[in-house]
């Protein structure tokens, strides 16, 4: 299942989709592991993987949706491209099939193979694609199709929400729009963390006007980094991104700049971030993979005391369990994309899925680096090894659009329904097919998250009943909607955060565990492997109803339903050792080229 540049044929996609990706292995396998190291080492921007982007029209294929992709003119040159960090000019490729679309499963595999290589290369992607979220939320026509043409030229975006002194509270901007009395405005304000920023052909800025009070004074306008009103302010991180400061001086936005007013540019900015949280979980997937090929090849081949590392107990169950983890993380991340590009305005299911991708799967990728860190020790700070990189980049990713504890909040508003209000749903296939998800731009208002229902959890569990672990997560599962309903949390309880993110956590596991299920089904994951998943989930599920033990709110009830739900997985000695056996493969089965 894991990604390998030396056997790697994404053959589920079209021809125009495969070319590219393939394409993207080969520039970086072609670069080598000396300039992957050096380069982030030594901080440098990523301008030839930009270049590389641009004259394979990598973005502007995969970011273009299907309804901008007329607008954009074909074959010509950028009158001063800033996307490869050196004004030169970035004809698109002519003469190819072109299938441009917003495809989640295609963007979900890109995601991991740039996080592969390379976190810094991931964010320069993933920081264009929520810049372009606002735009292709619009209605305004003239930016969406200046969108798609600075696209075409090979520029990247970026999305100008977040602020030094409110993060990403887009309640309390100080981006501030004045009216100039000629139906636009001047803008004055500075944004901080924003990617990109040094070289955004467009970006995507929230602000408010100085005249109107309330959500109906929000403003979402389209400014350039080029522009003599923009000052770049500086890099506000130590790594090869390029995290940008910058300030807005009397900025002239033209009744033509603006993309959003009032409150659908609030919830434009949380339907963007609905779109762009998804891309971390596949990013956290491709980092471990790397990682991982490095770690189990390292300690395969290493003698201590006589033994190799890997015929020692305890270093078979850290690889097995940072292998399987992994499993689970992929598992769960492409059965969210099914849902993703089944959504509707009467299918929302994905608005739980995407802060779980956001949450569960980023948290489980770092359980995974120190596992295996765990492993091969020392070795994982030596300078010439990705492992290195990926110890850590893989923090980066749970605190990225939105820290861990607001996302578990998101996710507690989906429980009551999820758990105990099931509905009646068409099965969502496997989506592979090269459609347009359209519908992730026309998303509406960002409210009314309490009333989504969801299909019955229970169906995957049944259809899984007979492996040993499966069967035994369930009883904690629904050992769950036992103390929901017998001892739920009081009013003041819900008050307390610390208290309820410990059931979120508890909640998180049984939904992290429905889509492996129905993954597994539908790609016919092996039994062993899937068994050892949830040895791990019951194993978790223990973990924290232990710490809701200890929670000081905790009442005697709740606790004594705690310690009762603690329990030991199943195990199976024959199947621990065949799916050592799927670890101990990885051995030699990739390195980069020198």
């Not at 790594?239 to 919830?267: I, N």
């Not at 223990?542 to 009830?557: P, Q, V, Y």
């Amino acid at each position: 299942m894991l990604f390998n540049p030396r056997t790697y044929d994404p053959v589920q996609f079209d021809e125009p989709t495969r070319r590219l990706l393939r394409a993207t292995v080969d520039w970086f396998e072609s670069r080598g592991k000396k300039a992957l190291i050096d380069t982030y080492v030594d901080r440098a921007w990523y301008g030839d993987f930009l270049e590389f982007a641009a004259k394979e029209g990598l973005f502007a294929e995969f970011l273009t949706p299907a309804s901008a992709a007329d607008t954009a003119p074909r074959g010509e040159a950028s009158a001063g491209a800033r996307s490869v960090g050196a004004g030169s000019e970035r004809p698109e490729a002519s003469g190819r099939v072109t299938a441009k679309r917003w495809d989640t499963a295609r963007i979900a595999e890109l995601n991991e193979i740039l996080g592969f290589y390379g976190l810094g290369y991931w964010y320069t992607w993933q920081v264009t694609i929520l810049g372009l979220g606002p735009v292709w939320q619009s209605e305004n026509e003239a930016v969406r199709a200046r969108a798609a043409k600075l696209l075409t030229e090979g520029h990247v975006m970026a999305f100008g929400l977040s602020e030094r002194s409110h993060g990403a509270d887009i309640y309390s901007t100080d981006m501030i729009l004045t009216p100039d009395g000629e139906g636009g405005f001047t803008a004055s304000g500075s944004k901080y963390y924003i990617g990109n920023g040094n070289v955004a052909g467009l970006v995507s800025v929230f602000g408010r006007r100085s005249d109107v009070d309330g959500p109906e004074g929000y403003v979402f306008f389209a400014a350039d980094s080029r522009h003599e009103a923009y000052h770049l302010v500086k890099n506000v991180v130590n790594s090869q991104m390029y995290v940008s400061e910058f300030r807005l001086d009397e900025y002239p936005v033209r009744a033509e700049d603006v993309l959003h007013t009032g409150k659908p540019a609030f919830d434009a900015a949380l339907n963007t971030v609905n779109v762009g949280k998804f891309n971390l979980c596949t990013a956290s997937v491709g980092i471990c993979e790397h990682a991982m090929y490095e770690a189990v090849t390292h300690a395969h081949n290493r003698v201590l005391y006589g033994k190799k590392v890997t015929d020692f107990p305890h270093v078979r169950r850290e690889l097995t369990d940072a292998y399987t983890r992994l499993n689970a993380m992929k598992l769960f991340s492409d059965r969210a994309v099914d849902y993703f590009r089944s959504a509707s305005p009467d299918d929302r299911r994905y608005l739980l899925f995407n802060p779980m991708t956001k949450m569960k799967v980023t948290t489980e990728g770092e359980k995974v680096i120190d596992l295996m860190w765990d492993v091969i020790a020392a070795k994982g700070f030596e300078a010439d090894t990705y492992f290195d990189k990926a110890a850590r980049d893989i923090r980066g990713l749970p605190k990225l659009e939105g820290t861990v504890h607001v996302n578990l909040a998101l996710i507690l508003k989906f429980m009551a329904n999820y758990l105990f209000n099931p509905a009646e749903y068409p099965a969502v296939p496997s989506r592979l097919d090269p459609a347009d998800d359209a519908f992730l731009f026309q998303q509406g208002p960002a409210r009314g998250l309490g009333a989504i229902r969801f299909h019955d959890w229970r169906t995957a569990y049944d259809t899984h009943a007979h492996l040993p672990n499966v069967a035994r997560f369930r009883e904690q599962a629904d050992g769950l909607c036992a103390l929901l309903l017998a001892h739920a949390p009081s009013a003041e309880q819900q008050q307390d955060l610390d208290f309820l993110l410990e059931i979120g956590q508890l909640f998180a596991l049984v939904v992290y565990g429905q889509l492996v299920l129905e993954q597994a089904e539908l790609t016919g994951v092996d039994a062993d492997l899937l068994d050892s998943v949830f040895d791990v989930l019951v194993r978790d599920f223990s973990a924290h109803a232990t710490e809701l033990h200890g929670k000081s709110s905790t009442t005697d009830e709740q606790a004594a339903w705690a310690l009762a739900h603690v329990r030991r997985p199943v195990s199976d000695t024959e199947r621990a050792a065949r799916v050592w056996a799927q670890v101990e493969a990885l051995s030699g089965a990739y390195e980069m080229q020198p």
